[in-house]
């Protein structure tokens, strides 16, 4: 079966190396999200960029519109999820970047894919029942306490993703 998918922040440090891997079969369509931050850059895709199933797309996980209107178009049938804020340092002086990308974003995706995969709670459309959302997010920020943003945006992330997946009864995993 030939998939459709969605690869966000893959322009990244832990993404770029993703694409790379499995860019390599060739059934596969892959579209990297990434709004090249300062963390991210086009020369770490330089090797896929010239595959003929390698697409880019800049734009950012907080945009719900933008969000919605890809999967409307692109009809993806799995999602990796790597976008994020996360250099703790930064969530120091600088946290809403982190609840937006790392919550809203999160959500954002979501509840996209929800909406294109799914018909209601635990009603998985036929078409997309080998449908599946991987988030790559990070563990180390629940070490922190007193909520910094970081080490909230992480637990509140997976609360709230756990939940999302189970009510809803998608395939979802999620790797610390
Ligand atoms: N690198 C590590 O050692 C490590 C370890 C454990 C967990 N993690 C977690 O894995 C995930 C990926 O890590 P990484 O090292 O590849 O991160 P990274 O900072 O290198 O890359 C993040 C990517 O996301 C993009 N991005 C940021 N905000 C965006 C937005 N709003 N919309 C679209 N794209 C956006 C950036 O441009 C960048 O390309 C993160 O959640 C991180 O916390 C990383």
Redesign the pocket.
Known sequence: MKNKILI??G?????SNYVELIIENAEDQIYV?????Y??NLKNLETVSHLPNYNFIK????DETLIDSLFKEYQFNKVVH??????VDNSITGPGAFIQ?NIV?TFNLLHSAYRLWMNGPNQLKEEYNNARFLH???D?GLLILYCKSYACTSSRIRLFYLQRINSCGCSGIRYD
């Open positions: 966000t922040g322009a990244g440090f832990i993404g999200l990434d709004n090249l931050t963390a991210g734009g950012d996980i907080c790597f976008a994020a804020e996360s250099h990308t974003g790559v997010s990070t180390d």
